[in-house]
């Protein structure tokens, strides 16, 4: 399903996204790398109104001159919400966008319904997790089968300009104390998704993220890395639309498992 | 050196004739197989008092070779009997059953013994594959996701769900957990260069519990701490378990004659189907990674009924003889393999359970003083 490529002026400038899809709307907020359009989103188009804003300074647009935080961040995603989503949905946040996520169901929870935080960043502990020394090392720890990467790739300079962003925004090297401190105030339903073989965002994180949220379940994706999206996209959509559709009833097998039915 | 009891508990009254697969049950017997279970569960029991630092069982169905289709039942008959030796279960077939429910019962057993358990998390002879309908090409994929979901089912510190290609769990919090931290010693089978590394890979401790020969030993032994290095962890040697048949007597004569007839029941009646079935399985699935791994294992078993009980002792492949023989012979095999962990396979074929009890005592006053410090 091809992405349309949209803009839109919020107040502190204006910010492109890609929509696709229809039905319920269903915002996702991309990893530092950027928007990658992976089968996860390709598919979760065919059943959602997917909304995928990017961030400004990231895939060359510009940085708002006004927005330098992951709180500010949050309240421009919020606006996005309320402007083009059409009020309270469901959100995704991806690594990096799992932080955001995380940030705007804190300060925006009204516009917040069930909550997916695709191994997301922001809870290191001290000392946990790698940091990759190069574009090499990042892609070992991004895929474990980079066979499944998706043809289209984008261009080495400008993943270099999106990672630059992190700084800009104040992204913490490990554990955001500031926010950690308001997660147990999150009442949100809430699916935390991490893959067994990821070593940039150690299962720490996810553990403490777990522990302090008050609706959260925690699913770990075997076999994948940091992108799970890529690693893994059938196991990723067998949990994450099930949990989208069907909320706590996630936890039921609806299926069957006799092979021959009579 | 340690030394583990570990018992097989084969059904020993089927007439001397070739059987095959799977063994037809009208020729069980439940009050014979009655009688069986309390001699050999006490026998286990006696163990500990023998100086023994394990008693161990392992996981079997549909044959007269092993009456343990679930061996931690026989674990829990030795909790509360035993008070120092490791129960070690070497150990469930993971690949063929629920990985959550061997999570819950080592946990279990781990609890009942005080922290006693040691975890065998074994991939199955091949046979096992019909018996409970898995896919044997599926086996080592099956082996290694489990495996993993079993550690985080005892180690995770909160509720979570599995997505995996095998094995799918929404919402996993198993009561109990294990008593040890975080979690009991693995054993896992290491009869290969492939499963080596798996061994490795798990920090697990690597089990040969049946050596074909001790060359193939080393070089199992070598893939092991050479994968274990790059995984960052040096193995000691407790962490290599070498196990083989034996039979202690008064003299070499005697031990000689007595696990020679074992060994006839054991290689014609309890083999015999098993054999059968696993040349189906090798010849016809995926069983195997490769061809080098499929060749040994069918050499394996070709070697076993070809080779006289004199060449296997000079091989180096099993331990009987007087008790000084045997001393000898551990010597020389912890020489050449370093392990630090010797599995004595007692009960083999129709050994008579008395000869077991007498090489137990001998064991404990004649063999164990001498190689303790191995």
Redesign the interface.
């Known amino acids: 399903m091809q992405p349309q490529a949209r803009k839109v002026p919020l107040s502190s400038g204006e910010l492109g996204y890609y929509v696709a899809g229809e039905g319920r709307p269903l915002v996702y907020l991309h990893p530092a790398g950027g928007v990658r359009w992976t089968r996860v989103l390709d598919e979760l188009a065919k059943s959602f109104k997917l909304f995928v804003p990017i961030m400004p300074g990231f895939d060359g647009t510009p940085a708002h001159a006004s927005v330098k935080s992951m709180k500010g961040l949050a309240g421009l995603a919020g606006e996005f919400i309320e402007k083009i989503a059409g009020g309270t949905c469901d959100v995704i946040g991806c690594s990096f966008g799992g932080y955001l996520a995380t940030w705007l169901a804190a300060e925006r929870p009204q516009l917040v319904d069930h909550l997916v935080l695709e191994c997301p960043a922001g809870f290191r502990p001290k000392g946990k997790g790698e940091r990759p020394a190069d574009p090499e090392a990042l892609k070992k720890l991004l895929f474990l089968h980079p066979e499944k990467l998706p043809p289209e790739t984008k261009p080495a300079e400008q993943e270099a300009g999106n990672r630059g962003m992190l700084a800009h925004y104040g992204y913490p090297a490990d554990t955001d104390e500031e926010l950690l401190a308001r997660i147990p105030a999150i009442d949100k339903l809430t699916l935390i998704l991490h893959g067994?073989a990821d070593r940039m965002i150690p299962k720490e994180s996810v553990?403490l993220l777990?522990?302090r949220l008050p609706h959260a379940?925690?699913?770990?994706?075997?076999?994948a890395a940091h992108s799970i999206e890529v690693d893994?996209p059938e196991?990723?959509l067998?949990?994450l639309t099930s949990f989208l559709e069907r909320s706590e009833g996630?936890?039921?097998?609806w299926g069957t498992l006799a092979v021959n039915p009579g | 050196m340690k030394f583990s009891f570990f018992h097989l508990m084969p059904y020993t009254h089927l007439d001397p004739e070739s059987h095959e697969w799977p063994f037809p049950n009208r020729y069980f017997d439940a009050a014979k197989a009655s009688a069986l279970y309390r001699t050999y569960v006490e026998s286990m029991i006696h163990a500990e008092s023998c100086g023994f630092d394990w008693v161990g069982c392992n996981e079997h169905h549909f044959s007269p070779y092993g009456m343990m289709a679930n061996p931690n039942l026989i674990g829990g008959a030795l909790a509360y009997p035993t008070k120092r030796v490791k129960i070690a279960i070497v150990g469930n077939l993971v690949p063929l059953n629920n990985p959550i429910r061997v999570a819950e019962e080592y946990a279990m057993l781990d609890c009942m013994t005080g922290g006693r358990l040691v975890a065998g998390l074994m991939r199955g002879i091949p046979h096992e594959y019909l018996a409970y309908n898995i896919p044997p090409g599926e086996s080592w994929e099956r082996q290694r996701?489990a495996v993993?979901?079993i550690l985080?089912a005892w180690t995770?510190?909160?509720?979570?769900?599995?997505?995996?290609?095998h094995?799918?769990y929404?919402?996993v919090s198993i009561w109990p957990k294990p008593m040890q931290k975080p979690h009991p010693p693995l054993v896992i089978s290491a009869s290969n260069a492939d499963s080596a590394k798996f061994a490795a890979e798990m920090r697990a401790t690597m089990g040969m519990v049946l050596l074909a020969d001790l060359p193939s030993g080393k070089e199992c032994i070598r893939a092991y701490r050479e994968a274990a290095r790059s995984h960052g962890w040096e193995p000691t040697a407790d962490n290599i378990l070498v196990g083989m048949h034996t039979c202690i007597a008064e003299t070499d004569a005697e031990a000689r004659r007595q696990l020679a007839n074992g060994l006839k029941y054991f290689d014609e009646v309890l083999m015999g189907g098993l054999q059968a079935s696993q040349r189906i399985v090798l010849q016809k699935t995926r069983y195997f990674e490769n061809e080098e791994s499929r060749d040994r294992w069918k050499s394996r078993l070709d070697k076993r009924k070809t080779l006289t009980l004199d060449e296997q002792i000079e091989r180096g492949t099993v331990l009987c003889g007087s008790p000084e023989t045997v001393v000898a012979q551990i010597r020389r095999i912890h020489a050449e393999l370093g392990h630090g962990v010797f599995n004595f396979t007692v009960k083999v074929g129709t050994l008579p359970d008395d000869v077991i009890r007498r090489g137990m005592e001998l064991f404990r006053d004649r063999v164990l003083p001498q190689v303790r410090d191995l």
């Open positions: 067994t553990q777990k522990s379940y925690l699913v770990y994706i075997w076999d893994q196991r990723m067998a949990v996630f936890m039921v097998n | 996701e993993q979901l985080k995770e510190p909160e509720p979570f769900g599995w997505e995996g290609k094995f799918q929404r919402q």
